[in-house]
């Protein structure tokens, strides 16, 4: 009884998930996420076509990841900005001034996630520090008698 259900809570979300990726304010990845759940439960088949899929395996190994390329980055806020825009707008147009306050807070939030996620690449979504190429930083890593190079490793082989 619990699998029938499944495969239709599954389907109807695989289908709401591809509308998502056509339709700005239709959010993809959860309704991806919900068809995996689902097909996971359900058809081992129907799961492994999802997550492999060309298109939509990437959109839920993404977020298994908690990574996104610069360009999904980059499309993704500014799909965001753009209708938390015209949905603010429309609110203040019509006396919903409360509303109209607060979906650019919650875009700001979400933006915020977004940025911080890492790359594909592995990297973070900021720039790696650079490394201190001073003259002094080259010559502290090489003094191999430095106070605090080896005096764990005696001290310890000693009381060991």
């Known amino acids: 009884m619990l699998r029938p259900l499944l ?5 109807l979300s695989l289908a709401l998930g591809v ?6 304010l239709l959010p993809t990845t959860p309704f991806l996420l919900l068809s ?11 799961h492994t076509y999802l997550v492999n899929h060309r298109v939509l395996g990437e959109y839920i190994n993404n ?6 390329t610069r360009a999904h980055k980059t499309r993704t806020i500014v799909l965001l900005w753009i209708s938390i825009a015209l949905s603010a707008g429309y609110l203040a147009w019509s006396g919903y001034t409360i509303p109209a306050l607060i979906l650019p807070l919650i875009a700001a939030g979400v933006t915020l996630h977004i940025a911080t996620l ?9 720039p790696a520090p650079q490394p201190d190429t001073s003259p002094s930083a080259s010559a502290r890593d090489s003094a191999p008698d430095s106070p605090s190079a080896g005096t764990t490793d005696r001290g310890a082989a000693g009381t060991q």
């Open 7 to 11: 495969l239709l809570v599954g389907c």
């Open 19 to 24: 509308l998502g990726v056509f339709l700005p």
């Open 36 to 46: 995996a759940f689902c097909f996971a439960r359900s058809s081992q088949r129907l």
């Open 63 to 68: 977020y298994n990841n908690h990574t996104m």
């Open 118 to 126: 890492r790359r594909e690449d592995g990297r973070s979504g900021r």
